[in-house]
């Protein structure tokens, strides 16, 4: 059977319907123990939940921002994703961002805001990850541009090295896979990219223990060895193995991502990201895609940012 490629714009919405349909799935798992996938299967099976919560949420503010501006500015993203805050207080948002949008509304420059954050350190959270996948569709897919843009993203609530850097790590791997086939994927190359845009031990460990276990027969060991928390340099980690370890299957990938527990709406919104950005919207079981909130908002933000001249 010939193997047809699939378009760009099928995967611009795969990717942002991805991330929503993975967050909104997931919720109702996050803060909970892992599981086996037939478990979480039957779960998704017989209640599933398609309201998302601050990870898509940011996405959208993230994505809006980027079209309203033509590209990156810091003072309206940071604005924008205040305002947007005020408006729905009740997605679930970690503790740092609104703590970082009441300084902003009240005068604190956007780049000066988020370093004060633990103790000065700045937030080494998933949150400047989870909402970055966006900028590999903007960018047109060119590594550089994506690593650069998405550190600025993430910069607006995550200063910490570690917070930047999974911002980095997601975005450049989302922009690989918007141009790969899943039929002659290789998961190594990636990895090896995405090695040179890991500056911190810690993340290029997790990267070398993603790449060995996707060679072992099962995936019992990924949760603890990776593991499934709120930090950047967990969950990013989590949530590519998930998307390289079930190539062929959305369903599969985000199921997998859900099952790892722990901060598991952020595993599945950043594995389903790239699982959407590889195979497309058509790959994405249909009640999943018919029934996620604000379906065809993220199918126009994603069509629109395809337009963008390379932010
Ligand atoms: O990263 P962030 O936006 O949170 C995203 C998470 C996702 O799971 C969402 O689904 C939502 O549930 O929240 O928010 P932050 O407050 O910046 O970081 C999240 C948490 O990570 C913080 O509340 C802290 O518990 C922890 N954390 C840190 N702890 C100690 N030292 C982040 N940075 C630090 C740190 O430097
Ligand atoms: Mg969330
Ligand atoms: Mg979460």
């Given at each position: ?31 909970g123990p892992?599981a086996?996938?037939g478990?979480?299967a039957a ?14 949420h ?7 921002s980027l ?6 500015d ?8 205040a305002?947007?805050y ?8 970690g ?8 300084m902003?509304?009240s ?11 633990f103790?000065g350190?700045?937030s080494?959270?998933?949150g400047?990850?989870?909402?970055v ?10 590594p ?14 995550h200063?910490?090295p ?6 980095v ?16 994927l290789?998961p ?6 995405l090695?040179g ?7 290029r460990?997790?990267?070398?223990a ?10 019992a060991?990924?949760g ?7 930090a950047?340099?967990?969950?990013v ?9 079930h ?5 599969d990938?985000?199921?997998f ?8 709406d ?6 389903g990201?790239?699982?959407g ?7 994405i079981p ?10 065809e908002?993220?199918?126009s ?11």
């Open positions: 059977m010939q193997h047809a490629p699939v378009p760009a714009p099928s995967r611009a919405r795969g990717l942002m319907l991805g991330a929503a349909i993975g967050d909104a799935l997931g919720a109702p798992f996050e803060g892992s086996s996938t478990h979480v779960e998704l099976d017989r209640r599933p939940n398609y309201r998302f919560t601050d990870d898509a940011m996405l959208i503010g993230l994505a809006e079209l309203a501006r033509g590209g990156f810091g003072d309206h993203m940071a604005h924008h994703f305002r947007r005020d408006a729905e207080p009740w997605r679930g948002y503790s740092g961002p609104p703590q970082i949008f009441r902003v509304q005068g604190t420059p956007w780049d000066q805001a988020p370093a004060s954050l103790g350190s700045g080494f959270g998933n400047g990850a989870m909402r996948a966006p900028v590999a569709i903007a960018t047109g897919g060119d550089a541009t994506t690593a650069d843009l998405a550190a600025w993203t993430a910069r607006i609530t200063t910490h570690l917070g930047v850097e999974g911002a790590i997601q975005a450049v791997a989302a922009a690989f896979l918007l141009h790969e086939d899943s039929a002659t290789d190594a190359r990636l990895l090896r990219d090695q845009h890991a500056y911190d031990e810690t993340f460990a997790k990267l070398a993603v790449e060995e276990l996707l060679q072992e027969a099962a995936d060991r990924a603890a060895v990776l593991g499934n928390g709120i950047a340099h967990e969950s980690p989590a949530a590519i193995y998930a998307a390289l370890r190539p062929g299957s959305f369903q990938a985000v199921t991502a859900i099952s790892l527990g722990g901060d598991a952020t595993i599945a919104c950043m594995a990201a790239l699982s950005a590889l195979l497309g919207e058509d790959a249909p009640a999943w895609r018919d029934n996620v909130e604000d379906a908002h993220l199918r933000l994603a069509e629109r940012l395809g337009q963008l001249p390379a932010a």
